[in-house]
Each structure stands twice: as C-alpha cells, then as structure tokens.
C-alpha cells in the first residue's frame, strides 16, 4: 500500500502536459526550420527538377542527357576522388602513425606543429598556390631544373587530373590527420606496449593494433573529405581548362552558360548516389563493430 | 625456450632532471619468484619497465641468461610482460589476442590453434576462442592476458601489479593459482606489488623499493623479522615504534628504538618476564573481527595493541610486547643484527 501512496505525486496530471511539450517544441523549432528551409527543401526541389522538363512534365531526359554529355567528366570525378582519397589515407595513416609512435621526440614535436598549416588555407588561396607550383614554368620545374635534376626540356605541366589529386590531397592530409591523431592517441598506450613486448616492431603496431582500432575515425575524415571535394568549385576552375574536369566545374557552366538547372541538377544527383554509397558503406561498418561489441 | 637467470647492474633511470632508479644491482636466480614490494613512486614499476625495455637506462646493464638486453628494443628482448590494465587488444577475439604472439613468430595457422586451444584448456577457459574480450569478466581477462604472456614460453615473465584490479575474493585463489603455475612452468618471474601481504605469500625473494633505491633483499620472512631500517618496517606494518627505556629487555646493546607490531603488543594481561611494557591511558577500542584494536596514550606516543576484550576508553591499560617480538633499532634507524643480541646474551 505504501508504494502506491508513494507513487502518487508523480501520476502525470492531464491539464499540465501540454506546457511541456510546446516548450520541447519551441525549443526545437529554430533547427528544424533551418534544416527544412535550408536543407531538406532545396534538395527535394533539386531532386525534383532533375526529373521534370521545361513545361513541368516528368521526364528522365535531363539524366540521360547528362550522362551522354558528361559522362566522360563523371568517371574524371571519381578517378581524381579515388586517387585523392587514397593519398590522403596512405599520408595521414603515415603522419598520425609516426605521430603517435615515432622514437625520435624533436621529430615528432616539428611534424605535430608543421602538419596543420594547410588548414587554415581556403581551397581558393590553395587553388592558386598550386597554380604557381605545378604550371609547366611554376615553382616545382624551376627548382627540379635549376638542381640539375631535371632537364628544362622535359618541364611539364601538372595541371591535370595530377594537379587535382596533389591539391586535395595537400588540402585535406592535415583535416584527416587530425582527426586520425586524435583517434590514435586515445589507444591506450599499454596496448601498443603490449604488442611491442609479445615481438612487434613498430610498423606492425601501427597496422595491426593502433590503425583498426582508430579505423572509423579515418573512415569518417575521408568520407567528409569525399564530401569537400565533391562542392569545391573553385579548385578545378583555377587549375584545370577544359575537358574533362570535375562536375562542379560542369554543374556551374550549365547554369552560368545556359541556365540549365535541369542537367545541372542531374549532375549533382550524381554526386549524392555517390556520397550515399559511402555513407551506407560506412553505417554498415559501424553497425557491424556495434554488434560485435 | 628455458628459463634463464636475470642480473641488474648498477641500474640507473633519470626522467627529465629527476633520478628515478639509482645504482639498482639485482641478481635474480632462475625459475624464482621475485617481487619489487615499495609504496607508490619508490620505482617498482619503472624497475619492470625498464627490464621489459620500456624505459631507457642513463646507465647500468640487464643481461637475461647470456644475452645483453641493455641496448635492445621492446620487441627483441623476448621477455614476456603481464600489464596492470591487463592490454588484451579489444578488436581482436580471444584466440587472435592469444595467437598474436606466435603469429609474430610465423608460426602456422593450424599449430597456433593448436597452441591456444591448449592454453585456454590450461587456463580453465577452453572453449573460449571466438569470444570478444570485452565481454570478459576482470578474472577471465587476466587470465587470457597471462595465457598470452606464457603462449611463447619466455625465458622471463613480468608481471605488473596484475592482481590490483581484482575484487578480494578473486585475488586470493588467483594468487595461488598464478604461484602453482608459475612452479610448474619454472619460469623466472618478477612481478610488482604495493601489497605486502601478497609479495609475502607469493615470493621466494622479495626486493624492497623505496625512492629509487633497493632497501633490502631477502626472502619473505627473514624481510618480515628483521626489516632493514626503520622505514622498512612501517612499511611492512611495524605499527608501533617506543624509545627504549633502562628497564627494558636487553635485546641489542645499541638499540635506540624498538618497533613492534600491533599483534604482538597485549593489553591488561598478567606481566610476564622479559616482556615490554608501557602504561597510558586508552583512548580508542574498535572492535576488528577476532578482538580488540586498542589506542593507548603513552607520555612517549601513541602506541596500538590488542585485546581480547573490550577496554573502556579513559581508563588505563598496561600494554606489553614479549621480547621475542621486539625489532631492534639503532641511533641510524637501521636495524641491528641479531648477531648482537647473542653477544648480549653471551
């Protein structure tokens, strides 16, 4: 009996319900609006209009069109991606790892203070620093021509899809590294210890025990960085004319050029099958961790 | 691979300007059981770290057996180290976290299966191969961290404090459990300790730490009887310390200082000769299980005994130490030699 008595001051009172739920809702209201105004409604309407013509009848033209026109700049946009994404993985896990396992102190502290420089560099300014590096009369030939290390006959341009990859890459190392250094400073360190004392250099250490288990981290700083490359205009603008080239680019000559929201949109449902991949990717292989654990 | 004898020279670890481990020299024979017994900081655990390859050395040498390990990395030194948090690897499964070591050595997947499934049997455990680590409880995971430890059969096994984390219960059958296997594997073996009770009972030789030196080395009860120094035996529970008075027992000429444990100290029972005594007045009487735990203020200190009832606080008590329980101390605090108490008597 006397836990019912006891229960009783906390029975929910119908008449003093409803002021809470307008108060969680008014508390989620300003993000919600933004979301939906912001977010949600624009890309609907994005997704929509690549599907419709000119007289607001359903078609699957501007697709195809987009294909059979740039289709060529489709497969560039994943090659550059891919290429980009696999230097920055190979340099963070190398940067992170000496970071967190390097011998040498002083080394250590220089790489932890030089490796964040480039982030705090828009892609605009970096765009026009690889401008200058890689152009066939451009820092990088001048200095490989005047040691001697190359004959100035043989400079060329690296402007191209090289250019691309070089540029991301050098743009988002730092924004991987960093987050993968976090990641890997937070394993214990007797984990490493442990596995150095049962006879594992330090190699091994960084792929066998450090690397999986800071894993998901770098997944995630690739996946954003796939993002960051897949929106930035300015880079492939400034450092590639012509064809073929990135989407972006693309996207942004049909509309400039020709007002062509609709191929353009086709254009950009290209790139959200492709981050969705990978964001599926990635939620299958945290589920998966989830459930092993 | 056999056990081998251990033997630390001149021993010496600085960390930054501070000296953490000073001149320690350490023979330890093969196939004992050593304990590095110190309270938190005196350089236990920096001392096994060191032998593991941990910590550099500013000078001295480790040798293993024949070989020099003073120069050589973690990974070479084949020394086998059981860590404080246990370090199983959490992405990988019980097996794999076995097999790790031996995979390092190239052995087959087939005879590493073999290998683990052997272990996990001998650890009371079989059966556990595809079992994640993290759904271990702490004693299971000690022993898997032990089983990985022992799968490569080192020449010497250290074990860092690898009881702390473990409830009372489960830390006293461990105790023996690690000692019986640690006899049948005859392997050498180091392991740090805060608790004394456990180095006692677990070593054949014990090595007592304090502020980066080595205090004494000697086998449990010869550390537990005759403790070097007056430091030396507070820490091993040498509660009481009186300044000898004329009328005392004549257990070393030079003694300045006696210590004695609560245990031995009695009170208000018949005097008998040749015992201790000092009277004051009761301040405290806690009841601890099997007696009395009783707080005498004497004019020199505050000294503790027990009793096997109970005593009114305020009243006063004659508390006394039979001089067989009695440790001599000399003007230094050093312990005095029982070679002195013969001459005495002679």
């Not at chain 1, 004319?241 to 080239?245: A, D, E, F, L």
């Not at chain 2, 309270?39 to 005196?42: A, V, W």
């Given at each position: 009996m006397t836990t019912s008595f006891s229960h009783a001051p906390s029975l929910p009172i119908p008449g003093r319900r409803l002021p809470r739920i307008s108060l969680g809702l008014l508390l989620v209201l300003p993000a919600l609006t933004a979301i939906t105004l912001l977010y949600a409604l624009p890309l609907i309407r994005s997704l929509v209009t690549a599907f419709r013509d000119g007289s607001g009848a359903w078609t699957t033209e501007h697709v195809v069109r987009a294909f059979s026109l740039y289709g060529r700049d489709m497969l560039f946009s994943l090659g550059v991606v891919s290429a980009s994404l696999a230097l920055i993985a190979a340099m963070s896990i190398a940067i992170a790892g000496y970071l967190t396992l390097g011998a040498t102190p002083w080394a250590v502290r220089a790489l932890r203070w030089l490796y964040?420089?480039?982030?705090?560099?828009?892609f605009v300014v970096t765009g026009q620093l690889a401008r200058s590096f890689l152009a066939t009369n451009g820092m990088m030939n001048n200095v490989l021509v005047e040691t001697g290390?190359?004959?100035?006959?043989s400079a060329q341009s690296f402007l191209d899809w090289r250019g691309l990859v070089l540029t991301f890459a050098w743009k988002q190392i730092p924004f991987v590294t960093l987050l993968l250094a976090g990641a890997m400073a937070a394993v214990e360190q007797s984990h490493i210890e442990a596995a150095r004392n049962a006879g594992a250099g330090r190699l091994r250490c960084l792929f066998q025990i450090v690397l999986p288990q800071a894993a998901p981290t770098l997944w995630v700083g690739l996946i954003l960085s796939l993002v960051a490359m897949l929106s930035v205009l300015s880079v492939p603008m400034m450092l590639i004319?012509?064809?073929?080239?990135m989407m972006t680019s693309m996207m942004a000559h049909r509309i400039t050029y020709?007002?062509?929201?609709g191929i353009a949109n086709a254009l950009g449902l290209f790139s959200y099958a492709l981050t969705a991949v990978t964001a599926w990717f990635y939620l299958r292989l945290t589920l998966r961790r989830e459930a092993t654990r | 691979m056999s056990t081998e004898a251990l033997t630390l020279t001149d021993v010496t670890v600085d960390l930054g300007r501070q000296r953490?481990?000073?001149g320690i020299r350490l023979d330890v024979a093969p196939g004992s059981f050593t304990c590095l017994l110190g309270?938190?900081?005196?350089g236990k655990t920096t001392l096994l770290r060191a032998i593991a390859g941990f910590t550099p050395l500013r000078g001295g040498e480790i040798r293993l057996g024949s070989r020099t390990?003073?120069?050589?990395?973690p990974e070479k030194r084949e020394t086998a180290m059981v860590f404080q948090s246990y370090a199983?690897?959490?992405?990988?499964?019980v097996a794999e976290n076995l097999g790790y070591p031996l995979k390092l050595r190239g052995v087959a997947r087939a005879e590493r299966a073999r290998k683990v499934a052997k272990t996990l049997e001998r650890l009371e455990?079989?059966?556990?191969?595809?079992?994640?680590?993290?759904?271990?409880?702490g004693g299971q995971r000690q022993r898997i961290a032990l089983g990985r430890a022992l799968i490569i059969d080192p020449p010497l096994l250290l074990l860092d404090e690898?009881?702390?984390?473990?409830d009372a219960a489960i830390r006293r059958s461990l105790r023996s459990e690690l000692r019986r296997l640690q006899k049948s594997l005859g392997i050498t073996t180091i392991m740090v300790t805060h608790d004394q009770e456990e180095a006692l009972q677990m070593a054949d030789q014990i090595v007592l730490m304090r502020s980066g030196k080595m205090v004494q080395v000697a086998a449990p009860q010869a550390l537990y009887e005759q403790p070097a120094d007056l430091g030396a035996a507070r820490f091993l529970g040498v509660d009481n310390t009186v300044t000898r008075h004329?009328?005392?027992?004549?257990?070393?000429?030079?003694?300045v200082t006696f210590g004695f444990r609560t245990r031995d100290a009695r009170i208000n029972e018949p005097v008998r000769p040749a015992a201790l005594t000092r009277k004051g007045r009761v301040i405290e009487c806690v009841y601890t299980g099997d007696g009395y735990h009783v707080s005498i203020d004497t004019v020199d200190a505050e000294l503790f005994a027990t009793s096997a009832t109970s005593v009114a606080p305020g009243t006063f008590a004659v508390l006394q130490v039979p001089e067989s329980a009695l440790i001599p101390f000399g003007p230094d605090d050093r312990h005095l030699p029982p070679l002195d108490r013969h001459e005495d008597i002679a």
């Open positions: 964040r420089w480039p982030l705090f560099i828009p290390l190359m004959a100035s006959s004319s012509g064809n073929p080239t020709y007002g062509d929201y | 953490i481990l000073d309270p938190s900081g005196c390990l003073t120069h050589l990395p199983l690897w959490p992405h990988m499964s455990l079989a059966g556990f191969e595809e079992r994640a680590v993290t759904e271990l409880s690898p009881l702390s984390n473990l004329a009328q005392d027992p004549v257990v070393a000429s030079q003694a």
